[in-house]
């Protein structure tokens, strides 16, 4: 028997790519993360490039991102689209393809061209 994840949520790389649209579809909710209790992530339903409705948990960077722009209030942020960018970090202990949110009427923060790193091969 194959095991299939728990619940319906957004996988990098499969349901969504760097670059891809989303649109949130409510104002969220905080949820207890299985690995550690006594934490808490916020939540929200969204609309896929597909047109799948999954969940997608919001890190602090993308919540960063969305206030920024449409205010801390979750509910300004219903029918809202953003901008992914899928970036790989160490998450609990693994490395991981970690999905982070821009407002699409919004550009990421720009980086000056000298605090870029270059690396030479």
Known sequence: MK??????FVVAGVDVK???????????EYRKLPQDPKREVLTFKVEIPSGAEK?????????????EVW???????????????IVKQQVFEKRKDVIYLYPINATPIDIPEEEIPVVEK
Do not use: F, H, M, Y
């Open 3 to 8: 095991i299939k994840p728990i619940g319906n």
């Open 18 to 28: 760097d670059g891809d649209t989303i649109t949130i579809l409510d104002e969220g």
């Open 55 to 67: 969940s997608l948990s919001v890190n602090a960077t993308s919540q960063k991102n969305l206030i």
């Open 71 to 85: 205010g801390d209030d979750s509910e300004n942020w219903i029918d809202k689209q953003c901008r992914v960018e």
